[in-house]
Structures are given as structure tokens and as C-alpha cells.
């Protein structure tokens, strides 16, 4: 049975650049959460997804935004990054959208 | 936001030993949900274990239990026999609508 998965592991970009991450969620099910971690800090709830529609929002520009497709994949994508951008992203995934989240390994971003 | 503090960022156990590590939280709502999850150097996020509010009994997951105080607002954790692979940061993360919100985190160290 797959856990969540995430592409890709690593990425470098350059401020004002646009990035997309990607994140299949365990099997069986059909809620994805996104969440930053910068170093040193606990996760940072980005937003969720469920039914393709975006649930809930936490605290986060408009330059991020997401998109569930009907298989339960989701994208997180952010545009016109900056610095501070730099971060783990970590998708998890859930059984409708108040169960226990299950996380992928992460996407490390880092913008120069 | 919820507030969530875990006031010890660095906690060391010898192997074997008991170590309980603290979290308190602050939520307007009556039925939630508690998580603890760890963190290794990987940075792959792990469930350790999950506690349901209006459930009075303390969870147990083998050699991890938690302490729920409710009115209090207080969520412990308790690693029994602890091992060398229990090495790693831990979050302690109530549930607040449909993100978890995780604390600051605490760095447990695991000495033989």
C-alpha cells in the first residue's frame, strides 16, 4: 500500500520564478493538506483540498495557490517567489478532512 | 490561530529511561482532535499517536502514551523504555477545523 508521495524531492529556483510541486495522496484517500515548514520552525498549514475545492486557508499570500484533480492529486503552486519562500513543503493526506493526516516525505524548495 | 507551546525546545533521555515531553494549546472548540508527530533528520513527518477530546481514557500506542487534560488544555507525551530510534524532533499538533497546528517542536536526544 503507497503513502503519500511528493515530486520533486528537491528543487532550486531563483526569485521571481514560478514553481509547481506535486503530491499523491495514500490510498483510499481524498483529502490533501499542504503545509511549509522553514527550518528550525513546526509545519505552517498552507491550505486543503477536498472534493477539488479548496476547504480552508491558512495564512498565505494569493501567490499561493493549489488544484485537486478528480484522482485525488493535488498541485501547490507558487508564483513570483521570494527568499523567504525557501522551505520544506509537506503534503498529507486524509479520509475526508477532519481525519488523521498522513504526511510525504517533502519537496525541498530553495530560492536564490 | 491556535496557539501551541512546547516549552522545552530540548529534552535527553538515557536509554531505557522514561522522558515526558509538554504541550499546551488554546481552542475555543469542544471536540477536536490531538496529534503528536515526530520528525527524524529525514524530516519525513510520522504519526506517533492521535487522541480523540471528548474521549476522557489517555491514548496508548505501545510505548507512547499521552497525558489529556482538558480543562487544562495540556497534551503530554510519555516515551517508555526509550531507544536510540526515538531520536528526533517532536510536534505536538491539536486539530483546529481542517488544519493541524502544529507547535514549535521539542528535540529529543537518546543517549546509550
Known amino acids: 500500500d503507497a503513502g503519500v508521495t511528493q515530486s520533486p524531492t528537491h528543487l532550486i529556483k531563483t526569485r521571481g520564478q514560478q514553481v509547481t510541486l506535486r503530491c499523491s495522496p495514500k490510498?483510499?484517500?481524498?483529502?490533501v493538506s499542504w503545509y511549509q515548514q522553514a527550518l528550525g520552525q513546526g509545519p505552517q498549514f498552507i491550505f486543503q483540498?477536498?472534493?477539488?475545492?479548496?476547504?480552508q486557508r491558512g495564512n498565505f499570500p494569493d501567490r499561493f495557490s493549489g488544484h485537486q484533480f478528480p484522482n485525488y492529486s493535488s498541485e501547490l503552486n507558487v508564483n513570483a517567489l521570494l527568499l523567504g519562500d525557501s522551505a520544506l513543503y509537506l503534503c498529507?493526506?486524509?479520509?475526508?478532512?477532519?481525519?488523521?493526516?498522513?504526511f510525504g516525505p517533502g519537496t525541498r524548495l530553495l530560492v536564490l | 490561530a491556535q496557539t501551541v507551546t512546547q516549552s522545552q525546545p530540548e529534552m535527553s533521555v538515557q536509554e531505557a529511561e522514561t522522558v515526558t515531553l509538554s504541550c499546551t494549546y488554546d481552542?475555543?472548540?469542544?471536540?477536536?482532535?490531538l496529534f503528536w508527530y515526530k520528525q527524524p533528520p529525514s524530516r519525513q513527518m510520522i504519526l506517533v499517536i492521535r487522541?480523540?477530546?471528548?474521549?476522557?481514557q489517555n491514548a496508548t500506542e505501545n510505548r507512547f502514551s499521552v497525558n489529556f487534560q482538558k480543562a487544562a488544555k495540556s497534551f503530554s507525551l510519555k516515551i517508555s523504555d526509550s531507544q536510540l530510534g526515538d531520536a528526533a524532533m517532536y510536534f505536538c499538533a491539536p486539530h483546529s477545523g481542517y488544519a493541524l497546528n502544529f507547535g514549535k517542536g521539542t528535540s529529543l536526544l537518546v543517549t546509550p
Open positions: 490510498s483510499g484517500h481524498d483529502t
Open positions: 498529507a493526506s486524509s479520509f475526508r478532512s477532519q481525519e488523521t493526516q498522513y
Open positions: 483540498y477536498y472534493e477539488e475545492e479548496e476547504r
Open positions: 487522541q480523540e477530546a471528548y474521549k476522557q
Open positions: 481552542t475555543s472548540e469542544s471536540d477536536y482532535y
